[in-house]
């Protein structure tokens, strides 16, 4: 059958009669079935007596438009009012609707009208519009034009899940989305790669550790501060993610998701706990680590399950066994594992190890290649004492000194920013020149300084900043690093030797070792035997070499460091 008829009746006498319900259709008609079935072509053979003349009515040939039936979708799913209405009121109204910005005089309105008619109030809480899908320049996509997507092929190439999670990245949905297929690459890159390269690892270690999660339990009191951190994070992000959910944006929820994996969980704690998970015995460390990944694995597979059905129940099915992550409770925050001082914290460091890295990357010093030591205010290192130790580890540096005078390492000198300020001071312009020349920076940048009776913002003046000599400085608004860039020969031996094991751990990958397999490394150079003299050792714990043994090599060289040296490594199967 097709269409809904329009339930009316005309008599060639004139008058019409509108039919309210089965019942009274069967009443007024000739020999209705109980059965009768309401739609066309098997309601137009019934005829009801007319009350004027007595003659037979016929319906009249129309149907209902098709928005009138998807606009009482919320009444016609239960047959309500007639049956189901404590099913129907515990539904209605809906919490949200979601339809094209093209339908907005179709089904939104429609059910608005319907519901008014009805029930006197609107049928939907929230009205979420989807904008219109455009080519990466912003134009409407026509096959005519060949800037189509054929979705079919996209998903197959990239997964739906890719598709799903990329959309609501670009753009809110209420906004015109220009598609990129390079922005599915970004997307993979940026959450999923970095999302299932962490559960691979986690899984790998675990497998290869015979872990049991249930008894790596340790109460989060007990566990390590980059532990908590992490916790924080992930209960800060839920707190975030849940807002988001409950606003209907879904790109503050992905966006927010996407940086958490891989800035905080992949690139930051796993990164720095690698040797955790690596450690021979299971120790109350070990267990925090695991069981603080394991949470945080199986929250996150909860919160992207509404975009990213599939990974999220691979991941979840996986790391818990239960049946399905779409049948699980959404989390809840717990606020009293949010710990914002500890987040601002390493927040610190994250910055100051960024501002380092720029640091090495503007002096060409490579970070396998240690210094000797990094200056900080003292008033910042007072602040982050306890994790001192970390930002010598990423920066590769031996020692960070605290210090209260910056200027003994560089220079500093305040000038107006012309632009800005010609007009304003004129003629005292050199007045103004000499007086900032006096004040100090700091209160500069709080914007309590005034020249006269000016108050000095901070797009009045700007910083320059030099590194005096065999040092190089990096800023960040009002945050210093300084490195000592000078090398010794001890330091640039050292790093000869990270970068000789950076070479070797490549090679285990080539060769498919496991993690756990042990190896001897055999090499030849005249030029390098002074940095395996002095490093061996420290090169067969990071490699879990047995022995290291100078050979006559006629294999392909490698360069390390600009020294060529023939490598060859083998399983040690003893």
């Known amino acids: 059958y097709w269409g809904t008829p329009l339930p009316v009746w005309e008599c060639e006498c004139g008058p019409y009669h509108v039919i309210g319900s089965r019942e009274e259709l069967k009443e007024l008609g000739d020999n209705v079935p109980d059965n009768v079935e309401l739609h066309k072509p098997y309601l137009d053979p019934i005829k009801i007596k007319c009350p004027k003349c007595g003659k037979m009515m016929t319906r009249v040939p129309e149907v209902i438009d098709c928005w009138f039936d998807s606009g009482s979708m919320p009444f016609a799913q239960y047959h309500y009012p007639f049956e189901n209405v404590e099913l129907f009121e515990s539904q209605f109204p809906a919490d949200f609707i979601c339809e094209g910005i093209d339908q907005t005089r179709g089904w939104f309105y429609s059910l608005l009208v319907i519901s008014t008619f009805i029930k006197g109030v609107s049928p939907y809480k929230n009205v979420l519009v989807n904008e219109l899908l455009l080519d990466k320049n912003g134009h409407k996509m026509h096959k005519s034009k060949g800037n189509a997507i054929e979705p079919f092929s996209i998903m197959k190439e990239y997964g739906a899940d890719t598709v799903r999670w990329y959309l609501p990245y670009v753009s809110p ?38 872990i049991d999660i249930d008894e790596c339990y340790v109460k989060v009191e007990k566990r390590e501060e980059i532990d908590k951190w992490l916790l924080s994070r992930y209960n800060s992000l839920l707190k975030v993610v849940t807002d988001g959910y409950e606003e209907y944006d879904l790109n503050k929820v992905v966006r927010n998701i996407t940086n958490f994996v891989s800035e905080d969980l992949s690139n930051w704690y796993i990164r720095r706990n690698r040797n955790r998970f690596w450690d021979s015995e299971l120790n109350n460390s070990k267990k925090s680590v695991y069981i603080t990944t394991y949470e945080v694995l199986v929250g996150l597979s909860k919160i992207i399950a509404p975009v990213v059905p599939y990974i999220s ?53 490579k970070v396998r290649t240690p210094l000797s030591e990094a200056i900080i205010d003292s008033k910042v290192y007072n602040k982050i004492t306890d994790l001192i130790p970390l930002i010598e580890e990423e920066l590769n540096v031996k020692n960070i000194l605290s210090e209260e005078d910056l200027t003994k390492y560089m220079n500093l000198s305040v000038k107006p920013n012309y632009k800005v300020v010609g007009k304003i001071f004129g003629a005292k312009l050199k007045d103004y020149e000499v007086f900032l020349s006096t004040v100090d920076i700091n209160e500069l940048n709080k914007e309590v300084v005034k020249f006269e009776d000016t108050l000095i913002t901070k797009d009045m003046f700007e910083v320059k900043i030099s590194s005096k000599e065999g040092f190089n400085v990096g800023v960040l608004d009002n945050l210093f690093i300084i490195l000592n860039t000078n090398l010794t020969e001890d330091l640039i031996l050292e790093g000869h030797a990270r970068e000789f094991i950076s070479k070797i751990q490549n090679m285990r990958k080539t060769n498919n070792y496991e993690v756990s397999d042990r190896i001897n490394i055999y090499y030849s150079s005249n030029d390098f035997k002074n940095v395996i003299d002095k490093f061996s050792e420290y090169i067969k714990n990071e490699t879990l070499a047995l022995d290291i043994k100078e050979l006559d090599l006629d294999n392909e060289e490698i360069s390390v460091n600009g020294i060529k040296v023939a490598v060859k490594i083998e399983k040690n199967e003893n």
């Not at 239960?322 to 809840?332: L, N």
């Not at 925050?333 to 890295?357: A, C, F, H, P, T």
Request: net charge negative; proline share 3%; with cysteine.
């Open 313 to 365: 129940e691979e991941i979840y099915t996986k790391l818990t066994h239960e049946y399905s992550v779409h049948t699980a409770d959404f989390p809840k925050y717990d606020e009293s594992l949010i710990d914002l001082q500890l987040e601002e914290k390493m927040s610190l460091v994250k910055n100051l190890i960024s501002m380092g890295r720029c640091v090495r990357e503007d002096a060409k010093i």
């Open 173 to 210: 949905v209420w906004t015109p989305l220009k598609f990129d297929e390079e922005g599915l690459k970004e997307v993979y890159s940026k959450f999923f790669n970095p999302l299932k390269n962490t559960y691979n690892f986690f899984s790998m270690y675990a497998t290869t550790d015979n």
